[in-house]
């Protein structure tokens, strides 16, 4: 069982910067990829970023690419999102999310399925003004 919380959410304009958190209650972190996704009034949950346990691999959507970052403290049981250049599109609320993968050879392949991911987080709403 893995319970996540995100912060460090909030009001920001465009072009400015954020970082969000995500604090992990996994005693074995490092088992779990972990990602982000995000959600807009009206819109499917779609996928942000997502990274392995040993950070050689990092995901990301094309409209992110370039201005987020994805990265993880595994002895802080932590992920972060760092975004930058943000812009109003990119309002929506953020989640966290922990994957229990057992095969890791075919994670490059599902790390941006909604029901790849196991355990989620409340969610944090980022708002990006013009």
């Known amino acids: 069982q893995v319970q996540l919380v995100e912060f460090g959410g909030g009001l920001v304009q465009a072009g400015g910067s954020l970082r969000l958190s995500c604090a992990a209650s996994?005693?074995?972190?490092?088992?779990?990829?972990m990602g982000w996704f995000r959600q807009a009034p009206g819109k499917e949950r779609e996928f942000v970023a997502a990274i392995n346990w040993s950070e050689t691999y990092t995901y990301y959507a094309e409209s992110v690419k370039g201005r987020f970052t994805i990265s993880r403290d595994n002895a802080k049981n932590m992920v972060f999102l760092q975004m930058n250049s943000l812009k109003p599109e990119d309002t929506a609320v953020y989640y966290c999310?922990?994957?229990?993968?057992?095969?890791?050879?075919?994670?490059?392949?599902?790390?941006?399925?909604?029901?790849?991911?196991?355990?989620w987080g409340q969610g944090t709403q980022v708002t990006v003004s013009s």
């Open positions: 996994a005693r074995t972190f490092s088992d779990y990829a």
């Open positions: 999310a922990a994957d229990s993968v057992s095969d890791w050879t075919v994670w490059p392949l599902r790390y941006s399925v909604r029901d790849e991911y196991d355990y």
